[in-house]
């Protein structure tokens, strides 16, 4: 699927999801940086032309990147929904994390309920 047709919630749901395995595959836990590294080498649906993509606000006639909101979205609503916490810069999965079905989870209706 090509993230750059997707609605907003199934970007959310897909990076959310995304994080998840990448953590996983990294023993758990990691940077923000080294989460985006692993998406640029590894993701098939994250492409690097979507993370490199830059937009210009209609508001504010400043660029911005869609993906660096989005990824601070999902990051910030999966410690709110208690999937992994933050602690000096590394994210870590909790047992909630490490344990969930990625494949019957919708990451957009849990974060409507936070």
Known sequence: ???????????????????????????????KRAIIE?????SEVITEEYIDFRRISEKS??????????I?????YLE?????????KIY???DKGREANLEVLDFSAIYKKI
């Open 92 to 94: 870590t999965l909790t």
């Open 61 to 70: 006639n400043k660029e911005y990147s869609p993906f660096e909101f989005f």
């Open 1 to 31: 699927m090509d993230i750059f047709k997707m609605t907003n919630s199934q970007k959310e749901d897909i990076i959310s999801k995304e994080i998840i395995i990448a953590l996983r595959k990294k023993g758990g836990s990691d940077t």
């Open 38 to 42: 692993y998406f640029r080498k590894n």
């Open 72 to 76: 601070n979205f999902s990051l910030n």
């Open 80 to 88: 709110r929904a208690e999937f992994l916490k933050k602690e000096n």
